[in-house]
Nanobody, 135 residues
Framework: QEQLVESGGGSVQTGGSLRLACTRS????????RGWFRQAPGKDREGVAA????????YYADSVKGRFTIFQDSTETIVYLQMNSLKPEDTATYYC????????????????????????????WGRGTQVTVSS
């Protein structure tokens, strides 16, 4: 069974950087994309970034565009989230995910299964890693 383990969380000051890593073991038939979600206390889960390796597409939430980058190692075993110019509002628990994205990407109606930034798209979740950004 596919398992995902996050690492790299921690505490930084505003403007700092962190790199999260998600190591995958096993495989889920039909899963074709991986990504990162986050959840802050009292808030809904938010899709942060996703990658669709077959066509190298990457997707980002508007709140992180230009600051965060998602990428994989050459074996597609590890997915990274490079986070730069961090802000206090980035404070959250970050979860690595694996699922089945539509080849249409973000042309899928927002929030529907297949949307790379919708939680319904993902059937494997890691346990999460905490990121805290202080002002």
């Amino acid at each position: 069974q596919e398992q995902l383990v996050e690492s790299g969380g921690g505490s930084v000051q505003t403007g700092g950087s962190l790199r999260l890593a998600c190591t995958r073991s096993g495989y889920t038939v039909g899963n074709n994309c991986r990504g990162w979600f986050r959840q802050a206390p009292g808030k809904d889960r938010e899709g942060v970034a996703a990658v669709y390796p077959s066509n190298s597409s990457r997707y980002y939430a508007d709140s992180v565009k230009g600051r965060f980058t998602i990428f994989q190692d050459s074996t597609e075993t590890i997915v990274y989230l490079q986070m730069n110019s961090l802000k206090p509002e980035d404070t959250a628990t970050y979860y690595c995910v694996s699922g089945s994205c539509s080849v249409a990407g973000r042309l899928v109606p927002t929030g529907r299964r297949g949307d790379p930034l919708a939680p319904q798209t993902y059937n494997r979740w890691g346990r999460g890693t905490q990121v805290t950004v202080s002002s």
